[in-house]
């Protein structure tokens, strides 16, 4: 449950409600982000430079800051966290330690940003977003673009709102040097929450004809399907037809709902964080839709091959952040990561062939009994479960109320499973040295690729040979091998070393007593012990326990989410019957509606 509150939480049941939403749209180049890194000659205490290009680009709170006429006593500001302390759910951003003078402008030294990209990147422009909730901006920016031929030109530009879209083409871009100089109100810091390097789109009201967003959890890692979400949006000012060459895959797309408070205030809560994956116009290019989905879809699309088996035990969690940090290394995407300190305890032997990092990780976290997910914030997580509690703190006791209820709960029943079974993997090294991989390539110049052996091997024991051309370089891991070359026709390419052999003991929990067999094989190449497989059997076996499945069509609650443990209320009980949240379904056309499914227990 997102930590909303006690106002949100209370009024979100009572009816009328008054609740629009929000889409927002990055057209950016959506690898400068994590190629950049940022510096600067003024930087306060709170938040960090690093966080004008960390993804979070709509703050959600005000925080205090000592400047004149700024910080109110009304309850609407917070206290801005420590560094040292570990707060996904938002970003603060950069902060100058200098602050404007009477005039609104700032000394002849004026805080600085410098943003340096390991690649360059190319976008229509560049999109500020200072503080939104406060109104604050800068008046006043000078912009230096630095390009990958060193050729340097300068621009000012004079924002108008706290968020400003700066709109000059900008063509192999490696460093921005950003110079402030004035606020739009006199004794202010600069604030800087992102800068987006190409335009933010946000659509509200009647631009929104339709949104649907769809979360799905899987406690028993069986899958880990990534959250959807679907926006139609308005076209009338044709910007997807003019802008049609700056669409990419992997654009972030945004959702958020808002709910107003009779006293006219409002708090908005987000849906979550979407790559763009599919985009289209209607025949009258009156609206445009949008298809996107979370990082768990993007780490299905590339492979990690580096794994590397030496026979000594490897902790999960080290496991799953070499994992994570290779996606990212791979995409160029910034990728917020939290893993359950309790995997630190958890070792493997196993040996992971070459496979997509999604099912790398999904193998991490059932070994772990925990489960994968990306939370609202963007933050991908492993979280250890457990049956019949909620996968993270409740702030708050979940109900699923009748008044929030189109229908009364469809309720069914499943068969439970009582016969479970899983692989336990033994692995040991030859002493022989054995060929893992040849193969013939075509070469004209410098050719690096993957090779892929034919059995895991021991990283430290491979060589390589390579007969008409040169071997360049090559980096080995268990099941795969990067190697480069240099030569001007057909090469073979052999690489050998001390194979890694595997057997298999099968460890097995019946608990069907006198009822029929409904087994469940599961299979797991980190399971590498009798003691780390009953921990997962009792696990699995404890989840699937939970038989009630519910289905509700509800008039939604977007505080809640897939994990938490709530109330089902009937027509027969209230505040009786608990069940976790597994899928939740949003739709936005006016009227915030959808579906809720849990499973539960009697």
Known sequence: MLNV??????????????????????????????????????????????????????????????????????????????????????SIGWWSSMVSDASAKFPASRPQLTLTFSEPFTSPGLTFIFSPLTGDYCAEVHIVTTDDGNNVNSYFAFPDAPSYFWSQQLNNITQLDITFYSTNYPYRRVRVAEILFGEQFLWSGDNIFDLDVLEE?????????????????????????????????????????????DDGSFETVPLGTYYLYNWRNDQNFISSTL?????????????????????????????????????????RLNVEYVMDTALQSITTTGVLSALNHHDALMYVAQAGLAVL?????????ITQSKSQAPLTPM??????????????????????????????????????????YTGAVAVDGDLSIWVKYANPASSSSCSCSVEGATLLSVDYYTDSAYVTINGSENATITITGNSVSSSVL???????????LNEVDLDNPLITSPAMAAAVLNWYASECGNVYLYEVESWMDPSMECGDVIFWDSQY???????????????????????INGKGWP
Do not use: W
């Open 5 to 90: 509150s006690q106002k949100f939480h209370d009024h979100i049941t009572k009816f009328p409600r008054a609740i629009s939403s929000m889409v927002e749209f990055d057209m950016v180049d959506v690898t400068a982000q994590g190629n950049c890194t940022a510096s600067s000659n003024s930087v306060e205490a709170v938040g960090a430079v690093s966080q004008v290009a960390d993804g979070m680009t709509q703050p959600v709170r005000k925080y205090m800051s000592e400047e004149q006429n700024y910080l109110r006593l009304d309850g609407s500001f917070f206290t801005p966290p420590k560094n040292t302390d570990l707060d996904t759910s938002d």
């Open 217 to 261: 959890f899987d406690p028993l890692v069986n899958s880990a399907p990534p959250k959807e979400a679907r926006a139609t949006v308005a076209n009338n000012l044709n910007n997807f037809n003019i802008y049609f060459h700056n669409l990419q895959k992997k654009q972030v797309m945004k959702p958020y709902l808002t709910l107003y408070y």
């Open 291 to 331: 298809y996107a989905r979370d990082l768990l879809d993007l780490l299905s699309g590339t492979i990690f091959y580096k794994y590397t088996y030496s026979g000594d035990p490897v902790s999960l969690y080290d496991l799953a952040i070499s994992i994570i940090e290779d996606f990212k290394s791979q995409t």
């Open 373 to 381: 997910y990306v939370d609202r914030y963007n933050v991908m997580r």
């Open 395 to 436: 702030p708050y006791t979940g109900e699923l109320a009748l008044d929030m209820q189109e229908t009364y709960p469809k309720v069914a029943i499943q068969d439970p499973y009582n016969y479970f079974t899983i692989n336990v993997y033994s692995n040991s090294l030859s002493t022989n040295t054995d060929t893992l």
């Open 506 to 516: 099968q460890s097995v929990l019946n608990i069907s007593g006198s009822q029929p």
């Open 573 to 595: 009980a209230t505040e009786t019957k608990q069940a976790k949240i597994i899928r939740q379904e949003f739709r936005f056309d006016g009227t915030l509606s959808g579906t």
